[in-house]
C-alpha cells in the first residue's frame, strides 16, 4: 500500500493510550446496576462460605442422632439462595456491561453517520465497521465485571495487608518489598498490554477495511482475476492481527509471571526470614504459620488483580480506538444566526449563484475551483460541461455544503450555503449523484429515505415521472422488491432513475442531476431527458451534462475547464463564440447523438 498522505499516515501511527478516567465516564451512568450486581455476587460468595458452616452442623446433627430434617431444609435453601445469588449477580453486571456497550455504540453511531463528507474521504469504512462492532465489544466485560472483580480483590489484599502488618512488622517489610517489586513491574507492563491490544484491534480493522474494498467493487475483482491477490493481502491482514495478538498475550503472560514469581519469592524469603525469628526467639511458630498461610490465601486476589488490570488495558485500548470516532468533526447543525428565515417559507425554483468561489478539497491538495462565478435561478435547465476534472461535480458538492468554499460565496436563494441551517438547505435540494448510487434494501427504502412521510399516492407518482412503472411490475415483489448491495441487480439506467425518483420524493426547489458518464441506451436516454425536462418545468434543475441531447435542451449552458467558467450561453451562442465547446460537442458530447 502506498499511503502517502498525512491523514493516513495519521491513521496508521502506533495507537497511543486512554486514561482510565474515559471508562469511568462510560460506566458511570450504569452504576446502579453494576453495583447491585457486584453486591448480590459478592452475597452469593458469602453464602457459598455459610454453606460448609452448615453442612458441619447436619454432621453434628447426625452424631446427635436428632431429627436431620431442619438442617438439611436450612442446607437445601442456603444451596439454593446461593446459587440463584451467583447466577443473578453476574447476570445483571453483563446486562450493565451490555448497557455500557449500547451507550458507546449510540454514540458512535450517531457519529458515524453525521460525519463530515471530507472526514469520511480520508476514513475507512471496514476499519469503523471494526470499531463499532469488535472494539465496543471488549468493553463489555471491562465495564462489568473486571472492575467488580478488581475492587473485590483490591480490598482483600488491601485487608490481608493490614493484617499481615499487624501480625508481625519485620516479616510485613520482607513481603512488601515484593510488592514494590510487583508494583514496578506492572507499571512497565500493564501499558504495552494496552499498546499491543491496540495494535491487534487495528489490525482486525485493517482486515475489515480489506474485505469491505473487496465488496464494494466484487465484480471488478473477479473481471480482473484478482481473487487470490484480494486474499492474499486478508490472509497478510489476518496473519498481521494473530501476531499483534500473541504479542498482547505474552506481555499478559508476563504480567502473571511477574505477579506470580515476586509472591513465590516473598513466600521463600518470609519462611527464611521468619524460620530465623522463630528459631532466635523473636517471634511464635504460630505468629510464622499465621503469616505463611495469610500470603498463601493473598495468592487468589492477587492473580485476580492482575489478571482484572490486563483486562483494563485491553478495555482501554479499545477506548482509545472508540474515541478516536467520537472526536473525529461531525456536521454543523448550520449558523442559528441564519438571516432572518425567509428562505424556509419560499416555494418555486431556488436561486443558486456561485460568487468567484475558490475552493480545494484539503489544505495540502491543489485548487479545484479558481474563483468560480455564475448563477442560475428560476425554472429550466442549466447544464455544467467541460472536460473531465474541470471541476463541476464539485460544484454541487459546494452547494450541498458538503464542503465550504475556501474564499468567495455560494449562495441559495441569495443566502450564503454557510448561513443555512443545513437541514433546510439540503431539505429543498434533490441530488442525483454522478454514478446514482442505490443502497442495500429494498427500491421502497430507497425512495423513501429521502421523504420519510411521503404518501403512498406520493411514492406512485414520483415511480411515474421517472418512468420506473415497468420495472416496479417486473419485480416479483414490486416495490419491495431487495435491489441488491449498492443495486446490483438493476441496470445502470434503473439506478439512475431510481435515484432521479428518490430526489424527486423530496419535492426539490433545485434538482441538482449528474449524468453518468456511461452512455444509456436509447430508450434510456429519451426518458431519462424527458424526466428531465418535466422537472425543468416545474424547478431549476442544474445538470452535469454529457450528452448533447441534454445540452441542447438546455437553456442556459456553463462551459468550465480547469476551475474556472471559460462561457455561458445556449447552444447555439456557445457553438458559434466558444472554441473549446464546439471541440466537446463535435467530440465528447456529440458521441450520444
Ligand atoms: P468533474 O466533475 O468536472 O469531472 P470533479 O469536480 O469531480 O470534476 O473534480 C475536480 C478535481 O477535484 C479533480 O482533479 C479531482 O481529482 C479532484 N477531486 C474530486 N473529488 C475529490 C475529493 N473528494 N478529494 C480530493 N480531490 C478531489
Ligand atoms: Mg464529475
New binding site residues.
Given amino acids: 500500500m502506498t499511503d502517502t498522505t498525512p491523514a493516513t499516515e495519521a491513521a496508521h501511527e502506533a495507537p497511543a493510550r486512554a486514561p482510565i478516567s474515559r471508562l469511568w465516564a462510560y460506566a458511570r451512568q450504569h452504576l446502579r446496576l453494576l453495583i447491585i450486581g457486584g453486591a448480590l455476587s459478592f452475597a452469593g460468595g458469602i453464602v457459598g462460605l455459610v454453606q460448609p458452616l452448615i453442612a458441619m452442623d447436619v454432621i453434628d446433627t447426625l452424631s446427635n442422632s436428632e431429627s436431620l430434617t431442619r438442617p438439611l431444609l436450612y442446607l437445601g435453601a442456603v444451596v439454593i439462595v446461593g446459587g440463584a445469588l451467583s447466577a443473578l449477580g453476574p447476570y445483571l453486571m453483563q446486562i450493565a456491561g451490555q448497557d455500557v456497550v449500547l451507550t458507546v455504540r449510540k454514540q458512535l453511531i450517531g457519529r458515524l453517520v453525521r460525519l463530515q463528507v471530507a472526514e469520511v ?1 480520508r476514513l475507512k469504512p471496514g476499519d469503523l465497521v471494526s470499531r463499532l462492532s469488535s472494539d465496543t465489544n471488549l468493553l463489555r466485560t471491562v465495564a462489568s465485571t473486571t472492575v467488580i472483580g478488581g475492587v473485590t480483590d483490591s480490598f482483600m489484599i488491601l485487608g490481608g495487608i493490614a493484617l499481615m502488618a499487624w501480625l508481625d512488622p519485620v516479616l510485613f517489610g520482607t513481603t512488601m518489598a515484593m510488592v514494590v517489586f510487583v508494583t514496578v513491574m506492572m507499571v512497565f507492563i500493564l501499558p504495552r498490554i494496552q499498546r499491543a491490544t491496540g495494535d491487534s484491534q487495528k489490525a482486525l480493522g485493517d482486515m475489515g477495511s480489506l474485505l469491505e474494498r473487496v465488496f464494494s467493487a466484487f465484480r471488478t475483482v473477479k473481471a480482473s482475476g484478482a481473487e487470490d491477490y484480494e486474499i492474499g493481502r486478508l490472509e497478510a491482514a489476518a496473519t498481521t492481527a494473530r501476531d499483534k495478538g500473541v504479542k498482547a498475550s505474552l506481555w499478559e503472560a508476563l504480567a502473571g509471571v511477574a505477579a506470580f514469581l515476586p509472591v513465590n519469592i516473598a513466600f521463600l524469603m518470609v519462611l527464611g526470614v521468619g524460620g530465623a525469628r522463630v528459631a532466635s526467639g523473636a517471634m511464635e511458630v504460630g505468629t510464622l504459620i499465621g503469616f505463611l498461610l495469610l500470603l498463601f490465601y493473598l495468592m487468589g486476589p492477587i492473580n485476580g488483580l492482575v489478571a482484572s488490570l490486563s483486562q483494563l488495558q485491553t478495555g482501554l485500548a479499545a477506548i482509545h480506538r472508540v474515541e478516536e470516532v467520537a472526536n473525529l468533526d461531525s456536521e454543523a447543525a448550520g449558523s442559528e444566526a441564519a438571516q432572518g428565515e425567509p428562505h424556509m417559507a419560499a416555494s418555486g425554483p431556488a436561486q443558486v449563484a456561485f460568487e468567484d468561489v475558490t475552493f480545494r ?1 484539503a489544505e495540502d ?1 491543489p485548487f ?1 475551483h479558481h474563483g468560480v462565478t455564475f448563477a442560475s435561478s428560476g425554472r429550466g435547465l442549466t447544464a455544467l460541461v ?1 472536460p ?7 460544484v454541487f458538492s459546494l452547494i450541498e455544503r458538503f464542503y465550504p468554499a475556501t474564499t468567495g460565496r455560494v449562495t441559495v436563494d441569495g443566502v450564503d450555503v454557510r448561513d443555512w441551517p443545513l437541514e433546510d438547505l439540503r431539505g429543498l435540494i434533490g441530488y442525483v449523484e454522478q454514478d446514482a448510487p442505490v443502497l442495500d434494501g429494498s427500491l421502497r427504502e430507497n425512495l423513501v429515505m429521502a421523504a420519510q412521510d411521503a404518501t403512498e399516492a406520493e411514492i406512485e407518482d414520483v415511480v411515474k415521472t421517472a418512468r420506473l412503472t415497468e420495472l416496479v411490475e417486473k419485480l416479483p415483489e414490486g416495490l419491495d422488491s431487495r435491489i441488491g448491495y449498492r443495486g446490483t441487480t438493476l441496470s445502470g439506467g434503473e439506478r439512475q432513475r431510481v435515484a432521479i425518483a428518490r430526489a424527486l420524493l423530496r419535492k426539490p426547489r433545485l434538482l441538482l442531476l449528474d449524468e453518468a458518464t456511461s452512455q444509456l441506451d436509447a430508450a434510456n436516454e429519451a426518458s431519462l431527458k424527458q424526466v428531465m425536462l418535466d422537472a425543468a418545468e416545474r424547478t431549476n434543475v442544474i445538470v ?1 451534462a454529457h450528452r448533447l441531447s441534454t445540452v441542447t435542451s438546455a437553456d442556459q449552458i456553463v462551459v ?1 475547464d480547469a476551475g474556472l467558467v471559460r462561457a455561458v450561453g445556449t447552444h447555439a451562442e456557445l457553438v458559434a463564440k466558444d472554441d473549446l465547446y464546439r471541440d466537446l460537442a463535435a467530440s465528447q458530447l456529440l458521441t450520444a447523438a
Fill in positions: 474521504d478539497y491538495l479545484v467541460g473531465s476534472g474541470a471541476g463541476k461535480t464539485t452535469v468550465f
